[in-house]
């Protein structure tokens, strides 16, 4: 919620407006006693000297704001131009210029976070939000913020502020999710995953983190024909199709739909996206279900080549360069489901 302006505020006294304050007594003046001329003239001057402070102070934190403001724009080019001194010192200079309105407050943050230093745009929003806590917002700005950082709590908390706010916002049902998640209670974060697809039946991405949380609870049956949908979805964007059908791999997988997963999967692998060292073991695992050692030893090895100690991705390369063993024994001992990437 925005500060209430400096304009209104400043310029009325016991709720009357200075400048008619004045006026009023301008125009008594003439009907004054003779002996009051004085101090009637000195109460006037007083109070145009005090109409014309608040202009000036008013002016005086506009131009920090403007100055601000600039220097953050300054720091942005300097930033694409790869001057990261020059954005640094920007950034500095506008910190030291730090205005008083929100909204260039929450500027100056976004600067600081997209040149790296998130810790201190994560504070400088705090602080708006401690000063003005119904300001949506810069909770919600917060909120994503402590999650990227990793301070879950402190994410809770700010969160707090937005529900009271608009507890049905799509942005707001979102973050409740994952944090939800993330603290452990997988049950309400499905239901508020439910809830948003409801919201916003539209919301690709809501579609797919409902999915994984199906997945994660062990409800892949659920999951699939969410994936099939979004897969095929002709608004969907060429990276979510790819994610969309890699999660539709791992759902029937963990369904035991082993050739379905593997058919899936090795569609995705043509597009040539960029894997991971869990993907490559995750399409390792399918392959070494179907029969295909060769293909299985390939895939771990991608696997390891990103991450050498990779723990699963290296128990199951063991296994496959031992013995001849039958095909339910090729997982490693303790195997677990498949691993999901996070879907925000």
Known sequence: ??????????????????????VNFVRRLSFAAPGRY???????????????????VRQHLSHRSSECS?????????RDAGRTDDANQYLDAAMRRRPTDDETRLQLAEELWHSGRQLAAADEVERILAASPGD???????????????????????????LRQEP??????????????RRGDLDAALATSVRLVHTTPEDLEAHLRLAVLYRRRGQPDRAAPLLRSASQCPLATA?????????????????????????????????????????????????????????????????????PRHPRALALSQRLDGPAVSQTAILPAGFQPMNERVIR
Not at 38 to 56: N, W
Not at 71 to 76: H, I, K, M, S, V
Not at 259 to 282: C, F, R
Request: glycine share 4%.
């Open 239 to 307: 990276e979510q199709k790819q994610e969309a059908a890699w999660q539709l791999g791992l759902a029937y997988a963990d369904c035991q739909r082993w050739t379905d997963a593997h058919d899936v999967m090795s569609g995705v692998i043509k597009q040539g996206p960029k894997l991971t060292a869990e993907d490559w073991y995750q399409f390792a695992q399918v392959e070494a279900q179907c029969s295909h050692p060769d293909a299985a030893n390939r895939a771990v090895k991608e696997a390891l080549a990103l991450q």
């Open 38 to 56: 004085i101090t009637l003239a000195v109460v006037s001057v007083g109070l145009t000297a005090m109409a014309t402070g608040c202009a000036s």
């Open 1 to 22: 919620m925005a500060h209430r302006s400096l304009t209104s505020s400043s310029r009325r006294i016991a709720g009357f407006p200075v400048e008619g304050l004045v």
């Open 136 to 162: 949506l917002q810069a909770a919600i700005r917060l909120t994503q913020m402590q999650l990227e950082i990793g301070r879950t709590e402190a994410a809770y908390q700010a969160l707090q502020l937005a």
């Open 168 to 181: 049905d916002l799509p942005e707001v049902l979102r973050l409740k999710s994952i944090l939800e998640e």
């Open 70 to 78: 600039q220097l953050c724009e300054e720091a942005r080019s300097a």
